[in-house]
């Protein structure tokens, strides 16, 4: 099971962090990746990171601005969003895979999705 957090309204500039709590025991063993859906418009992809952390990757319209991370201690993956945008204004679903992948359907496992709302 997957719990999504931390959205909210924030203003363009500004920065939030979602998380995304997992239960069980064998979190580490799955890729993470965070998804999008905006108003109207299909889901899209985020970012992904591997079982260990060592492997990120990001959509082109997020690099250089989020951060993926993950904590497998606290069965936790993190999504650091800097430099907000309103066009960044979607429902953020976290999700698990048996791999890393920037495709819907390679996860089995996905969380209710928080809102984060950015005004200009």
């Known amino acids: 099971q997957l719990q999504a957090s931390g959205g909210g309204l924030v203003q363009a500039g500004d920065s939030l962090r979602l998380s995304c709590a997992a239960s069980g025991r064998t979190f580490s063993s799955y890729a993470m990746g965070w998804f999008r859906q905006a108003p109207g418009k299909e889901r899209e992809f985020v970012a992904a990171?591997?079982?260990?952390?060592?492997?990120?990757t990001y959509a082109g319209s997020v690099k250089g601005r989020f951060t993926i991370s993950r904590d497998n201690a606290k069965n936790t993956v993190y999504l650091q969003m800097n430099s907000l945008k309103p066009e960044d204004t979607a429902v953020y679903y976290c999700a698990a895979s048996y791999s890393s992948s920037t495709y819907i359907s390679a996860y089995n496992y996905w969380g209710q999705g928080t809102l984060v709302t950015v005004s200009s």
């Open positions: 990171i591997g079982w260990s952390g060592g492997i990120t």
